[in-house]
């Protein structure tokens, strides 16, 4: 299984084959210039987005997601729709920083697996808290707090706040898949014909 950014990392033009089961050094974020050539044709703008946002550390692209939610916004149920517009994009923003940083799950310390002890042996699992993630979903009074909702007015607004915060994650989620989908068979377009050559030079 590759990691997200090695993946992206490999359609530049001058990276070097990406191999599974083979472990690269990890950087925490891309060059402008393999994100630039990874998203090429991709679709929606969101997704163009996240792959500034969370894999190219793009500050000024954070400001253009929240910007992209907020249109996303309007296309939700009216009934999820805060009073205010102004809070309306506290709460994106917040459910962004959310997405982008998410808290470490307790039980794994962010490791994603757990040690139980069987007799004598001790035996590494997934943790089942965070299902291996090793991340977890702020509380409701967390949120609250991030996007700088009283908690009174959040927890009475008839679950409103918390479905717009989650709509946002989801949102954030989908564009991320569709990313990785659109990284992932630009990849396979490129390899195949590799494979094949490889394949016909042995045979």
């Not at 299984?1 to 359609?11: G, I, K, Q, V, W």
């Not at 990276?15 to 990874?38: C, F, N, Q, W, Y």
């Not at 190219?56 to 517009?85: I, N, T």
């Not at 564009?175 to 390899?191: G, T």
Request: aromatic share 6%.
């Amino acid at each position: 299984m590759f990691d997200p950014r090695e993946l992206l990392a490999s359609l530049a033009p001058s990276a070097p084959t990406l191999e599974p089961g083979i472990k690269s050094a990890r950087r925490s974020l891309l060059l402008a210039s393999e994100v630039a050539v990874a998203i090429a044709g991709l679709e929606p703008y969101g997704a163009h987005l996240v792959a500034w946002t969370k894999y190219a550390g793009g500050s000024d692209s954070e400001a253009a997601l929240v910007r992209e939610l907020l249109l996303e916004a309007s296309r939700w149920p009216e009934s999820m729709a805060p009073a205010k517009c102004q809070q309306l994009r506290q709460i994106l923003a917040a459910a962004l920083d959310e997405w982008l940083h998410p808290p470490r799950c307790r039980c794994c310390r962010g490791r994603g697996m757990r040690h139980k002890k069987d007799g004598n042996a001790l035996i590494e699992m997934v943790c089942d808290a965070c299902a291996g993630q090793g991340t977890r979903r702020m509380s409701r009074s967390a949120r609250a707090s991030k996007a700088g909702v009283p908690w009174t007015t959040w927890a009475n607004d008839g679950g409103r706040r918390e479905a717009v915060y989650n709509a946002a994650l989801d949102a954030l989620d989908r564009w991320d898949r569709d990313l990785l989908r659109h990284v992932w068979r630009r990849w396979r377009a490129r390899e195949e014909p590799r494979e094949e050559a490889a394949h016909a030079a042995s045979a």
